[in-house]
């Protein structure tokens, strides 16, 4: 499979040491020991390479193989997955912004930018990342990458494809606007979102006027 999505993202390669599959081994490899130094893993794979041959190696994996492999992953644990009842018979999901900051190269600072509050040469690319998880077994379905200046709601509807009605979606209240909530309640999606600071709202029960 690791390789036919290599192949299908365009990836072409000699008989190395560290083709892009053995590449991707070595990563997770690397990912579920706790991201354990580099130098650890040729012992932990069995080959051998040196730490900057496996940082080359990784710059040469292809974005599009990454992502295919992210999602065929995340539909097929899905498909698979008669048993998760999520909450009370709901598949709840999780979404939720990040960012990340990156090396200080000229293509990154001009794709991506940095914050408004650092000085022109002073500080790195930074990223937005827009992700959802599957809430029961905490899978990464996607993510979205953006420039850093970017809000939460700009691209989140990218992200309601992989949604099914009666599933829970749950966010904070970056999320909660009413063109945001119309999507979803279009969609049969049932939504739980922390209030807007802005929004007073009192679930108390109210007495009878007397």
Same mark, same amino acid.
């Given at each position: 499979?690791?390789?036919?999505?290599?192949?299908?993202?365009?990836?072409?390669? #000699?008989? #190395?040491?560290?083709?892009?599959?053995?590449?991707?081994?070595?990563?997770?490899?690397?990912?579920?020991?706790?991201?354990?130094?580099?130098?650890?893993?040729?012992?932990?794979?069995?080959?051998?390479?040196?730490?900057?041959?496996?940082?080359?190696?990784?710059?040469?994996?292809? !974005?599009?193989?990454?992502?295919?492999? !992210?999602?065929?992953?995340?539909?097929? #644990?899905?498909?698979?997955?008669?048993?998760?009842?999520?909450?009370?018979?709901?598949?709840?999901?999780?979404?939720?912004?990040?960012?990340?900051?990156?090396?200080?190269?000229?293509?990154?600072?001009?794709?991506?930018?940095?914050?408004?509050?650092?000085?022109?040469?002073?500080?790195?690319?930074?990223?937005? !990342?827009?992700?959802?998880?599957?809430?029961?077994?905490?899978?990464?379905?996607?993510?979205?990458?953006?420039?850093?200046?970017?809000?939460?709601?700009?691209?989140?509807?990218?992200?309601?494809?992989?949604?099914?009605?009666?599933?829970?979606?749950?966010?904070?209240?970056?999320?909660?606007?009413?063109?945001?909530?119309?999507?979803?309640?279009?969609?049969?999606?049932?939504? !739980?979102?922390?209030?807007?600071? #802005?929004?007073?709202?009192?679930?108390?029960?109210?007495?009878?006027?007397?």
């Amino acid at each position: 499979q690791l390789t036919r999505v290599c192949r299908d993202a365009g990836a072409t390669w #000699r008989q #190395r040491t560290l083709t892009p599959v053995a590449t991707i081994y070595i990563f997770l490899l690397q990912i579920l020991h706790g991201n354990t130094a580099m130098a650890n893993l040729p012992r932990l794979s069995g080959k051998r390479f040196t730490p900057a041959a496996y940082c080359q190696a990784r710059q040469r994996l292809p !974005l599009a193989a990454l992502r295919r492999l !992210l999602h065929e992953t995340g539909t097929s #644990r899905r498909a698979g997955a008669g048993g998760d009842a999520g909450w009370r018979g709901h598949r709840t999901w999780l979404i939720d912004g990040s960012s990340c900051s990156m090396p200080d190269t000229p293509a990154l600072q001009q794709h991506f930018g940095q914050p408004s509050g650092q000085k022109k040469g002073c500080g790195f690319p930074v990223a937005h !990342l827009l992700v959802l998880f599957e809430a029961a077994r905490g899978r990464l379905l996607d993510v979205l990458v953006s420039r850093g200046r970017i809000h939460d709601l700009s691209r989140v509807a990218e992200l309601h494809r992989w949604l099914a009605p009666g599933d829970v979606l749950v966010a904070d209240r970056g999320f909660c606007s009413y063109a945001h909530l119309a999507q979803l309640w279009q969609q049969g999606v049932l939504v !739980l979102f922390r209030m807007h600071q #802005r929004q007073l709202v009192d679930f108390r029960p109210q007495r009878p006027a007397a």
